[in-house]
């Protein structure tokens, strides 16, 4: 078992998040509601975050079929460079818990953390390897400055190997999370687990 990483107040932990906002009472819940939670996860039900978001069942339903198709469709980018690309651009938007999330399931897919490591130090020069290294230079400037991304940065994606495809998958993992950062981060906030006793 690895250690748990903490850096510059991002973690790979699990970590609970804390509504600001009165949740969803899935006992007095509406059809639409509860279609809206299950079409996300199992799990759903029970997070504080997506009952908070099923305020708003119809939203939380797109939400739900964008977030599944960007981030578990088949082909294209392997699954653990997209949640790469989350991890990425929840680092660069100050969004520890869904950082965290991400982390977690990168590491599970790549069976590695180093990347993660250095993510959380400093995303602009992560990566182990040239193609890693690509896609996070270009996660980073997608998600805080994407009016300057050019066909230019489009290509020393394909240098390192990736196709159309992979690359498409990408812009849609770093936009998705663009946006869901700063839903997270608007609505509550994540708490780390107690210290372990010695």
């Given amino acids: 078992m690895t250690l748990p990483i903490r850096i510059k107040g991002f973690t790979n ?10 949740t969803v009472n899935v006992d007095t819940a509406t ?9 996300m996860s199992p799990q759903a039900r029970t997070s504080p975050y997506f009952l ?4 708003q069942p119809e939203i939380l339903l797109q939400r739900s079929i964008a977030f599944n198709a960007i981030m578990f469709a ?8 997209r949640e790469l690309g ?22 599970q897919l790549a069976k590695r953390n180093d990347v993660i490591s250095q993510v959380f130090e400093e995303p602009t020069s992560a990566g182990t390897t040239p193609r890693e290294k690509a896609i996070v230079a270009f996660s980073v400037k997608l998600g805080a400055e994407p009016d300057k991304v050019s066909a230019e940065d489009v290509r020393e994606l394909k240098e390192v190997g990736l196709s159309e495809l ?12 663009a946006w869901a950062n700063r839903l997270m ?8 687990p107690a210290p372990a006793a010695l």
């Fill in 52 to 55: 908070v978001l099923a305020h």
């Fill in 74 to 81: 088949p082909g294209g980018m392997p699954r653990a460079e």
């Fill in 185 to 192: 981060l608007n609505l509550g906030e994540p708490v780390f």
């Fill in 13 to 22: 932990e699990v970590l609970t998040w804390k509504p600001w906002l009165a």
């Fill in 31 to 39: 059809p639409a509601q509860l279609a809206a939670l299950d079409e």
């Fill in 86 to 107: 989350a991890t990425v651009e929840s680092r660069v938007n100050g969004c520890v818990y869904c950082a965290s999330v991400h982390a977690q399931r990168f590491e």
């Fill in 166 to 177: 992979e690359i498409l998958d990408l812009i849609h993992s770093v936009a998705l999370f």
